[in-house]
């Protein structure tokens, strides 16, 4: 049994691990190969920040909710393991700031700690008038990705260099199930009128010492189109670009003013940090994550395809839940092809 | 009496803010700071600088809250500030974990800090030893980065900065018209005061950035405390040990200790040992005494023995000595007929 997971940022490698964790042992014909034209550090997962958030709302999508709350639970149980440090996993707290009072969000209680921010606090951040308080995650993919790597080497998954121009590619070399985490580019493999790139881009600054993440929300503008400063183990990540439909992948200086001057007026001490790096990256946005299962059919040929992507700006937030919820995907069609016994139960 | 002059011997965190002090309510003073140590080898540089106060049994609750207070606001400002990273002060957040719950549940500092509040459930699952916390959001004072942007500050003000031994207050009559004694744990000698004690402590100081939330045991012994470089790993209180050597026993003993608060510890690079006395005394003495000796007399502030408080409180014991230091410019102005230039 043949699996290909197209894709190498955090949603195709954490797929991989999920299923080979989960029926190598059963199925002793499973062989898994990661095909990827970029991989660690040139994915957009690098070039993340890593805090562990989603948006202000699931739009009523609870099923990315409870992904959510099983990534962080998933993330939250590795912290005191030896393997924290080289996963690139920590605990971080920290602001979120609103001009307006606004509904508390869905993750509320999946958090740690979390609860509105006293006058006093306030007081840090004039133009804002209300925010909330709490202890998440971060998850840095330039530590991440490299660790998901060895686990699958490890674990005998090969790994391919190759830009994959279509699933039929695939199947037509043997491949018998095609996990398809392409993120942003999906649409050049199936068209995908819902999926859009959210182009980003932040700086990469040297301020040791900014140890909380401090995000603005305008809800006018949107999502992550307000400064947001989100300290990391080595660098801290300056950002607030969100645009919608937008292919570019070169760093424009009109952001980085942006990016620049709104961050400093956030936090002056800012000013005196030490600019290292600065990046643009598309999020993969979909009003909904796609998770499911295409059956592919040419005659008598069957094949399967199970679609993970569409992630928008909470890939690392959600991973684990969607890593898991394909996982069932794929067991469901080992059962129906009689090639292991029922699923495991849930952990 | 024209110009008062005035010498601050010590030149840790109380010597320097105190002169600071001075400068501000008193510009026309003409103030020196005399110290044999300056940073990075004074008591204060050992310190992570974490303002969560000591309690010092002998000075009134509300006094302690008010020093607190000030040195709190007046940090807090400065962290918000472009100049922030260069004084080394930022905001941290974090846990006070105790394995029993304490006696008092509302520390008198809990309205000074940020968002104070018990622990959840969920929080203290991360602590399986501990059964009660408190969440709270604080400021850190990094050492040597403060002391060295106070010396700046000094420095612009006209503050001259000598490093010299002072073996007696009464070396200084004949320059100095007061003298102020931020002395900390060198009062010991200087006025032989036997009231003050030292109280050792070892920290290590680690490589560990990935560290952004302290933890502290509400035992005051175990605490991890992140700073802009490091993490302060500590520690220990050793009443009556003068040694200034790292104990490398003590060392791994605290390291366990760290490690079992935040394992991620284990990864931690580049460890430091640093030891330091805390000039430890039951209440801090902030008060004038006027020597006399031979018909001449010396008019002194003490403002020394902060203990394990020292970086708490120092801002307000430090305006209270700058007020102390007004009173003795009152006093010796009013006594024209022994006017001293």
Known sequence: MRVAIIGAGVIGLSTALCIHEQYHSLVPSLELEVYADRYTPCTTSDGAAGLWQPYLSDHGNLQETLWNKETFDYLLGHL???AAKEMG????????????????????NIVLGFRNLTPKELELFPGYSYGWFNTAL?????????????????????????????????????????????GVRAGELQPDPELQPGRGQVIKVLAPWVKHFIITHDIKSGIYNSPYIIPGSEFTVLGGIYQHGNWDEE??????????????????ALQKAKIVEEWSGLRPARPWVRLERETVRNGHFQAEVIHNYGHGGFGITIHWGCAMAAARVFGSILQEKKLASPPQPRL | MAVPKVAVVGAGVIGLSTALCITETCPSCSVTVLSDQFSPNTTSDVAAGMLIPHTYPGTPIHMQKQWFKETFTYL??????????????????????????????????????????????????KFPQHRFGQAFTTL???????????????????????????ADL?????????????????????????????????????????VKNFIRDGDGLTYVYPGIHRVTLGGTREKESWSLSPEPGTTKDIFDRCCSLEPSLWRAQDIKVKVGLRPSRESVRLQREVLSQGGVKLQVVHNYGHGAGGFSVHRGTAKEAAQLVGECIAALRGSSSRAKL
């Open chain 1, 80 to 82: 005191g393991s030896p």
């Open chain 2, 140 to 166: 850190k004072c990094d050492c040597p980065p403060y002391l060295l942007w106070l010396e700046k500050r000094l420095k612009a003000a006209g503050v001259r900065m000598y490093t010299r031994k002072v």
């Open chain 2, 76 to 125: 807090f400002a400065i962290s918000n500030s472009a100049e922030a990273s260069e004084a080394g002060i930022h905001l941290v957040s974090g846990w006070q974990v105790f394995k029993n719950t304490p006696k008092e549940e509302l520390p008198f500092w809990s309205d000074v800090v940020l968002g104070f509040r018990p622990m959840s459930e969920a929080e203290l699952q």
């Open chain 1, 138 to 182: 971060m998850l840095e993919c330039r530590s991440y990705l490299p660790w998901l790597t060895n686990r699958l080497m490890q674990r005998g998954v090969k790994f391919f260099h190759k830009k994959v121009e279509s699933f039929q590619e695939m199947f037509a070399q043997g491949v018998d199930v095609a996990i398809n985490c392409t």
């Open chain 1, 89 to 108: 996993l920590f605990l971080v707290s920290g602001y979120n700031l609103f001009t307006q009072p606004v509904p508390e969000p869905p993750w509320k």
């Open chain 2, 170 to 210: 009464w070396e200084l009559h004949s320059e100095y018209n007061i003298v102020v004694n931020c002395a900390g744990f060198g009062a010991h000698q200087l006025v032989g005061d036997e009231k003050l004690f030292p109280i050792r402590g070892q920290v290590l100081k680690v490589h560990a950035p990935w």
């Open chain 1, 251 to 268: 760093n424009s200086a009109q952001d980085h003013k942006t990016i620049w001057e709104n961050c400093c007026r956030l936090l002056p």
